[in-house]
């Protein structure tokens, strides 16, 4: 069973950058495909960014496009999400979750067909 773990979040100000990781164990990593899910407080989760299992292919929500950049080192078992030009509004919980994807090379910002989450890492953007 895969299991994944986010790390990074912290405590920025506006304007500032980030890099969350998402480690995978217990699993065959390159067979998933790896969404980013945030949460703000109050709000609904939504799926701001993914990467197929590959890495060939990426999508960014279009709140969050120019500013967060999705990766993945499948040697390491990692993806990362980087975000730049941190703002208020990104203030929420992270979490990354995967999906089987052993036959295509896509990804997919819908909770649908997520198998595995992760716990989240708080991300808190304040002056």
């Known amino acids: 069973q895969l299991q994944l773990v986010e790390s990074g979040g912290a405590l920025v100000h506006p304007g500032g950058s980030l890099r969350l990781s998402c480690v995978a164990s217990?699993?065959?990593?390159?067979?998933?495909?790896i969404t980013w899910f945030r949460r703000p407080p109050g709000k609904e989760r939504e799926g701001v960014s993914c990467i197929s299992k590959s890495g060939g292919v990426t999508n960014d929500a279009s709140s969050v496009k120019g500013r967060f950049t999705i990766s993945r080192v499948n040697t390491r078992n990692t993806v990362y999400l980087e975000i730049n030009n941190l703002k208020p509004e990104d203030t929420a919980t992270y979490y990354c979750a995967a999906e089987p994807r052993r036959a295509t090379e896509d990804c997919t910002l819908s909770t649908d067909n997520m198998f595995h989450w992760g716990k989240g890492t708080l991300v808190i953007v304040s002056p």
């Open positions: 217990g699993g065959t990593f390159a067979h998933y495909a």
